[in-house]
């Protein structure tokens, strides 16, 4: 049987694989947005314009979602998508993630329901920056419990 656990944020990911759900993980990819860390501002030279309201006066128009905050959501749709061909091609049977709040919460919205139900357990850290011992030490305790 073949395990894969995914440590991911709005930046970076790892893979890793087990091949018992308790055994030992080895690292298999890293996935890196190169705009993850970036900030709005960074990522845009224009600020939202401004618009005349029915009584013409002018506000600030709102805008949706960020530079920063689009381009978070499509590394997790991209982290997604590489889950889901992955389980469609029967790469692994189980899957556990371990993300950054906001990380997790996307890439688990954008899981097709049969990769949804091979999942072990989730985790909302941070772990993208630990050591490989520290990671498995963090799968074992709380999505393994």
Known sequence: MEIWYLVADG???????ASKI???IEETDVFVNE???MTDTELSDDAPGRSFKGDGRRTAMKKGDGPAEHEEKKFAK?????LNDAY?????ERLGIVGA???????VDELDSAVTQSLIGTSSKNFTR???DDIQEHISKKLLE
């Open 11 to 17: 930046a970076r990911a790892r893979l890793f694989r």
């Open 22 to 24: 308790d055994g030992p």
């Open 35 to 37: 705009k993850g860390r």
């Open 78 to 82: 991209r982290l997604a998508d590489h």
């Open 88 to 92: 469609r091609d029967n790469k692994f």
């Open 101 to 107: 709040p906001k990380a997790l919460g996307r890439i």
């Open 130 to 132: 630990k050591s490989r």
